[in-house]
């Protein structure tokens, strides 16, 4: 086509320039030019042109596969793909319109209490969140008004609730207690008392508790607490005050390993004292962000006037939740796993990451210049520590920034109290970390460890800032 002869081209090929769908990529208006970013643009782009924007800015964030910081899905394969793309657009409030889905989501969260040892599964309960935060908010929030309707029974005060935990706790605890008026009692951790194991729990128990939280997998560390031994001694104290306190398991991520790497490790309604867990079906439950869930025990465990009514097939469908509305994908992915996986699929994925982490936590404890804190046999994370007395001239966070430019996101961050003087580095392995990957990692960890070590003088530290652990 020539487009070039006569004044009449000339306008032809100005209109042509301008229907933009001519223009090769990257020079169309918006992506030649500039569109606002703080403001709304006046005008409509083609939607090939602001899906290139978005997704070439996306580009700019981490690779996600070599993100060894977030505990949060990275990986689905391609039918689970499929399966969210066809089900994007269900809001899972809408039980009425939706009532297969919410059928699906009963489904889900009564494999978890029968996989969690619920004595009597027909009587347990429990709802999909949006994550373990949300879930950890309505486990604390039935603590609270359990606790508060036997103390109005028994004509006593409800003025100053407290809840019991480790200095380890993840953020969402700290929420929950500043957000519901509840005061945070933080059992600090230590050398000795790596976790909340019990040990002198009588002091910080009182009539006041609303119950005590125990971490199956301490997102410091990745740590087990012992929930047994937690129980034992509420019983002790119990036997000695009469004061009947209730265990909470925050198992965001242990709970969805522990079934079925640990099977033997007694953390979940075995033991009498648990009347609700929570998990991340976004972290091992190996569903992509936006998933959690919560169970209790029984029926009882959960006060009835916390729980409303959403209209479900013209009856009415009981919700306990922060939220309203919410994608309903996630839980039909959970679903999907448990079906294609089945417990032994789960089992050889959980322990294939229990393997890259043993044999990561291996490796690198033969570094001369680090300690491990932990070596990622619980869950699959561990944390190190550089060795004291190896060097003046570099620490975990300028490794940490090194390793960054090649991609790998692997945090360092201060401990809890009171330990915050100790600082640790840390690898989450999730599925989709494999073996070859680990190899790489462990070859770029080597050699940077040896550039720093080589360092004659020691690193600037200004800069340095903890890495965010989730
Ligand atoms: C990740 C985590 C949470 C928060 O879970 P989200 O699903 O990210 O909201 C709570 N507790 C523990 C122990 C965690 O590891």
Request: charged fraction near 20%; charge should be negative.
């Amino acid at each position: 086509m020539s487009l070039t002869k006569g004044s009449g081209g000339h306008r032809e090929k100005a209109n042509l320039r301008d229907t933009v769908a001519l223009n090769p990529l990257f020079v169309r208006p918006g992506e030649s030019s500039e569109l606002p970013k703080f403001t709304i643009p006046d005008g409509e782009s083609l939607s090939q042109t602001a899906y290139q924007i978005v997704h070439d800015e996306a580009m700019l964030d981490g690779n996600a596969r070599l993100n060894l910081a977030t505990f949060v899905g990275t990986w689905m394969d391609e039918h689970a793909s499929r399966l969210y793309t066809e089900a994007a657009d269900k809001n899972m409030i809408d039980k009425d319109e939706y009532p297969q889905t919410a059928a699906i989501e009963t489904r889900c969260w009564s494999i978890l209490a029968d996989l969690w040892h619920s004595p009597d599964p027909a009587n347990a309960i429990g709802t999909s969140t949006i994550g373990s935060s949300e879930a950890c908010m309505l486990g604390g929030l039935a603590l609270k008004r359990t606790w508060q309707h036997a103390r109005r029974a028994a004509g006593k005060s409800t003025d100053r609730p407290n809840l019991v935990m480790s200095s380890a706790v993840q953020v969402c605890w700290e929420k929950f207690c500043n957000y519901w008026d509840v005061e945070a009692r933080l059992v600090p951790i230590s050398e000795d008392h790596k976790v909340l194991d019990g040990h002198d729990l009588a002091a910080y128990v009182d009539e006041n508790t609303i119950g005590v939280v125990a971490i199956l997998g301490v997102t410091y560390t990745g740590m087990y607490e012992p929930v047994k031994q937690i129980a034992d001694a509420l019983d002790e104290i119990e036997a000695a005050t009469g004061l009947d306190v209730k265990i909470h398991v925050d198992g965001a991520s242990g709970a969805m390993i522990a079934p079925f790497c640990q099977p033997d490790l007694e953390w979940d309604f075995r033991v009498d004292r648990v009347v609700s867990i929570n998990t991340s079906g976004h972290k091992y439950g190996l569903v992509y962000p936006g998933l959690g869930w919560v169970v209790w025990r029984t029926r009882d465990a959960l006060p009835a006037d916390l729980i409303f009514s959403v209209s479900y097939l013209g009856g009415d469908m009981p919700t306990f939740a922060l939220n309203f509305s919410r994608p309903g994908a996630q839980v039909l992915l959970q679903y999907y796993l448990f079906l294609r996986l089945g417990r032994d699929g789960y089992t050889k994925v959980q322990q294939g990451c229990l393997d890259v982490a043993q044999f990561l936590s291996g490796e690198i404890a033969k570094l001369p210049a680090f300690e491990l804190w932990n070596d990622g046999s619980d869950i699959p994370v561990f944390a190190w520590r550089l060795r004291a007395g190896h060097t003046g001239n570099w620490n975990l966070y300028h490794l940490s920034e090194r390793l960054r430019t090649r991609g790998w996101l692997v945090p360092a961050y201060p401990m809890p109290d009171d330990l915050a003087d100790v600082t640790v580095q840390r690898i989450v392995v999730r599925n989709g970390l494999s073996l070859d990957l680990a190899t790489a990692l462990l070859a770029d960890l080597r050699s940077d460890v040896a550039y720093l070590d080589a360092l004659s003088a020691p690193m600037p530290t200004e800069g340095q800032h903890p890495g965010f652990h989730h």
